[in-house]
């Protein structure tokens, strides 16, 4: 306990740009953390977003929500005003859906294929069915919003970042985050696992919050 009390404290460290943490050191902490298998359902889909703490709050209370139901005219995404995306297979969109936290959501769920047809693009703020995006051939899009009974779990790659961007403060970052997801959990009276889909792990809400971090 005390080799891995130093390891916290070099942690918190690498925050003050102090670089006296090796990567094998901060490693060694996530897979501390991380000490349990998940098991991956193929028809799982995904919903990546930007961490914001009131945001996260929002989701988890009232589902994922349109543009339209947000009353925010600036989407700034393919799914436009009335849809929200999401996508299936977490390895095709290593990009957007592992370089930010998110949802994972039920496979029950009814969503409509998005298509590249540039033509599809002309109704992309409308409520007709013809959904268009310009990412990846995975994604789907969902109309009006997605219930909070469908989330069934949030993902956040902490590994990933631990191991491409060690040098920034992004991983210790993550881990603070980590934490305090799981104090709004713990707030709304919800209790979802969280999901690091880059190592394949479940991070263990009990050792992750008893760091000093």
């Known amino acids: 306990m005390r080799k ?14 102090e670089v006296i943490m090796t990567q094998e050191e901060l490693l060694k902490i996530i897979d501390y953390i991380e000490d349990k298998d998940m098991v991956i359902n193929p028809k799982w889909y995904y919903h990546a977003s930007r961490y914001d703490k009131e945001k996260y709050k929002n989701i988890l209370t009232k589902g ?12 700034g995404k393919t799914n436009g005003r009335y849809y ?6 977490m390895e095709l969109d290593t990009g957007n859906l592992l370089a930010a936290p998110g949802f994972v959501i039920d ?6 294929n ?14 007709l069915p013809f959904r268009y995006c310009d990412g990846d051939d995975d994604e789907r899009q969902v109309f009006l919003k997605i219930n909070k009974s469908k989330i069934i779990a949030l993902q956040y790659a902490i590994k990933k970042w631990a191991i491409h961007d060690f040098m920034d403060d992004r991983p210790v970052r993550d881990i603070q985050r980590v934490k305090e997801l799981f104090n709004i959990m713990d707030s ?26």
Do not use: Q
Not at 64 to 75: G, P
Not at 117 to 127: A, N, R, S
């Open 114 to 127: 998005a298509s590249k047809f540039e033509i599809f693009e002309l109704f992309e703020d409308t409520i």
């Open 188 to 213: 709304l009276n919800i209790n979802l696992p969280i999901y690091d889909f880059s190592s394949k792990k479940e991070i263990n809400k009990e050792k992750v919050m008893k760091l000093d971090i």
């Open 84 to 89: 929200v995306c999401v996508a299936r297979n």
């Open 4 to 17: 891995l009390g130093k390891l916290v404290f070099l942690c918190y460290n690498l925050i003050k740009k």
């Open 107 to 112: 496979e029950k769920l009814k969503t409509l």
């Open 64 to 75: 994922i929500l349109s543009a339209y139901l947000r009353n925010d005219d600036n989407h």
